[in-house]
């Protein structure tokens, strides 16, 4: 009997001889019955036996229910792809897939990336980038102040006084961060990117800018003639200072950047000897390279947090 229920590979049969052991004309059943004739030995090991078969029905039971859970597991493969509802994948937001572009270029002329507080004091602001109080250059740009007398940083300027008063020259860095200015229509927004080149060594010049902005542009925007025009400037923090304008798909001139080596007066700010260190700074809109790049044309939907647009938009 032992080795029977061993053997027995269905539920259903186990059941069936379950039943003939110990249903109520089972086998067991009416051996429990006649007990009351037999001696006492005779009654023990009877006992024994029907314990013992219950015990072994019970362990073949559970065996075979386990068998038959995993094979209905194995058959009911899970197949994730069914009916399953389209997601929204999250992408990159302009600004940030442009950033991981520019960054990657900057970084590979060289510059290291820096970014700085957004709320800045005026020395790294202003002051140390050659503009004191008073002077009119403060006007070009509509300055947020704050109660405590500093502003909302508004030029990412700011970063490579920051930058080579930590490090001194030479250095090679790029700022990037939020900049902020009392402006607002469809090309201007109270916040706006910024980002800002420096390389300062012992022999850095003009053609070293046009260069490495001419590189830059065309990997970019991956194009190969690029035709760049540069206008003189006035910046308080370079001299002589240029603007940087391009070349849009043959058509018209769009300005896209202000240049110039910088002041020494902006060195001597940092404790960098104009004498013996001299170099170039470059300061862009990040904004407006990305809509460029990617055909957007209002500023502050980049900023609306609107997914339908930006969707729209390709993002
Ligand atoms: N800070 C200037 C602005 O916000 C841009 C700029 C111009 C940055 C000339 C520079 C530079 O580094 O050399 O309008």
Same mark, same amino acid.
């Given at each position: 009997?032992?080795?029977?229920?061993?053997?027995?590979? #269905?539920?259903?049969?186990l059941?069936a001889l379950y039943?003939a052991t110990?249903?109520?004309?089972?086998?067991? +059943?009416?051996?429990?019955?006649?007990?009351?004739?037999?001696?006492?030995? *005779?009654?023990?090991?009877?006992?024994?036996?029907?314990?013992?078969?219950?015990? &072994? !029905?019970?362990?073949? $039971?559970?065996?075979?229910?386990?068998?038959?859970?995993? *094979?209905?597991?194995?058959?009911?493969?899970?197949?994730?792809? &069914?009916?399953?509802?389209?997601?929204?994948?999250?992408?990159?937001?302009?600004? +940030?897939? @442009?950033?991981?572009?520019?960054?990657?270029? %900057?970084?590979? !002329?060289?510059?290291?990336?820096?970014?700085?507080?957004?709320?800045?004091?005026?020395?790294?602001? !202003? +002051?140390?980038?050659?503009?004191?109080?008073?002077?009119?250059?403060?006007?070009?740009?509509? #300055?947020?102040?704050?109660?405590?007398?500093?502003?909302?940083? #508004?030029?990412? @300027? *700011?970063? $490579?006084?920051?930058?080579?008063?930590?490090?001194?020259?030479?250095?090679?860095?790029?700022?990037?961060?939020? +900049? =902020?200015?009392?402006?607002?229509?469809?090309?201007?927004?109270?916040?706006?990117?910024?980002?800002?080149?420096? =390389?300062?060594?012992?022999?850095?010049?003009?053609?070293? /800018?046009?260069?490495?902005?001419?590189?830059?542009?065309?990997?970019?925007?991956?194009?190969?003639?690029?035709?760049?025009?540069?206008?003189?400037?006035?910046?308080?923090?370079?001299?002589?200072?240029?603007?940087?304008?391009?070349?849009?798909?043959?058509?018209?001139?769009?300005?896209?950047?202000?240049?110039?080596?910088?002041?020494?007066?902006?060195?001597?700010?940092?404790?960098?000897?104009?004498?013996?260190?001299?170099?170039?700074?470059?300061?862009?809109?990040?904004?407006? /390279?990305?809509?460029?790049?990617?055909? %957007?044309?209002?500023?502050?939907?980049?900023?609306?947090?609107?997914?339908?647009?930006?969707?729209? *938009?390709?993002?």
């Amino acid at each position: 009997m032992q080795e029977q229920i061993k053997k027995i590979n #269905t539920l259903e049969e186990l059941q069936a001889l379950y039943t003939a052991t110990f249903g109520k004309n089972g086998t067991m +059943t009416a051996r429990l019955k006649e007990m009351k004739n037999m001696d006492n030995d *005779a009654r023990a090991a009877i006992n024994r036996e029907n314990v013992e078969l219950r015990e &072994l !029905f019970k362990i073949r $039971q559970a065996e075979l229910e386990n068998a038959a859970m995993m *094979a209905g597991l194995q058959k009911q493969k899970l197949d994730v792809s &069914l009916n399953k509802e389209p997601e929204n994948a999250g992408t990159l937001h302009p600004i +940030t897939r @442009s950033l991981v572009d520019i960054a990657g270029i %900057l970084e590979s !002329f060289g510059y290291e990336m820096w970014t700085g507080p957004e709320i800045e004091d005026d020395w790294h602001n !202003f +002051t140390a980038l050659n503009t004191p109080e008073y002077h009119p250059a403060r006007d070009m740009q509509d #300055t947020f102040f704050l109660e405590n007398g500093n502003v909302m940083r #508004t030029q990412t @300027s *700011a970063i $490579q006084i920051r930058s080579m008063e930590k490090k001194g020259a030479p250095i090679k860095m790029f700022g990037i961060g939020a +900049t =902020y200015r009392k402006e607002m229509d469809a090309t201007h927004g109270p916040m706006f990117h910024q980002i800002e080149g420096l =390389y300062i060594d012992k022999n850095v010049t003009m053609a070293d /800018l046009i260069g490495d902005v001419k590189e830059f542009l065309k990997r970019f925007f991956n194009i190969n003639d690029l035709e760049l025009r540069i206008r003189p400037s006035y910046f308080p923090f370079t001299e002589p200072s240029i603007e940087i304008d391009m070349k849009w798909q043959g058509k018209k001139w769009l300005e896209l950047m202000g240049a110039g080596m910088v002041h020494p007066n902006v060195l001597r700010n940092c404790n960098i000897n104009p004498e013996e260190y001299q170099g170039f700074a470059f300061g862009f809109g990040w904004d407006r /390279l990305a809509m460029l790049k990617y055909g %957007l044309n209002d500023l502050r939907k980049m900023f609306d947090g609107d997914v339908r647009w930006l969707k729209n *938009a390709g993002f």
